[in-house]
Nanobody, 127 residues
Framework: QLQLVESGGGLVQPGGSLRLSCAASGFTLDGFAIGWFRQAPGKEREGVSCISSSGGSTKYADSVKGRFTISRDNAKNTVYLQMNSLSPEDTAVYYC????????????????????WGQGTQVTVSS
């Protein structure tokens, strides 16, 4: 069974850091672009960051630029989202998603472009 599993969420104080992981099981992430999305209560799901299948191209939402870093380790079949300088506005359920893309294609921050989704991990930023 093909699955994406997020982990690493939790409760953190403002200004703190978390690293989310998106692990694939049942398939290899080679050849797949990965996106991170988040959804806060009462709000639409928004694209946070994505990384191309080659890892050579990344994108970030303006709201997280300079604070979040996406990376991938294909040997571990895992994509990471390092989140620094967290604020209460970052509180949301974070999801990762995958889509098969050629190596030369840039990733997208639109949720409609992705085919497989994880179950999400809660991130709460509060003092």
């Amino acid at each position: 069974q093909l699955q994406l599993v997020e982990s690493g969420g939790g409760l953190v104080q403002p200004g703190g850091s978390l690293r989310l992981s998106c692990a694939a099981s049942g398939f290899t992430l080679d050849g797949f672009a990965i996106g991170w999305f988040r959804q806060a209560p009462g709000k639409e799901r928004e694209g946070v960051s994505c990384i191309s299948s080659s890892g050579g191209s990344t994108k970030y939402a303006d709201s997280v630029k300079g604070r979040f870093t996406i990376s991938r380790d294909n040997a571990k079949n895992t994509v990471y989202l390092q989140m620094n300088s967290l604020s209460p506005e970052d509180t949301a359920v974070y999801y990762c998603a995958s889509v098969a893309l050629p190596l030369f294609r840039q990733c997208m921050l639109s949720s409609s472009a992705y085919r497989s989704w994880g179950q999400g991990t809660q991130v709460t930023v509060s003092s």
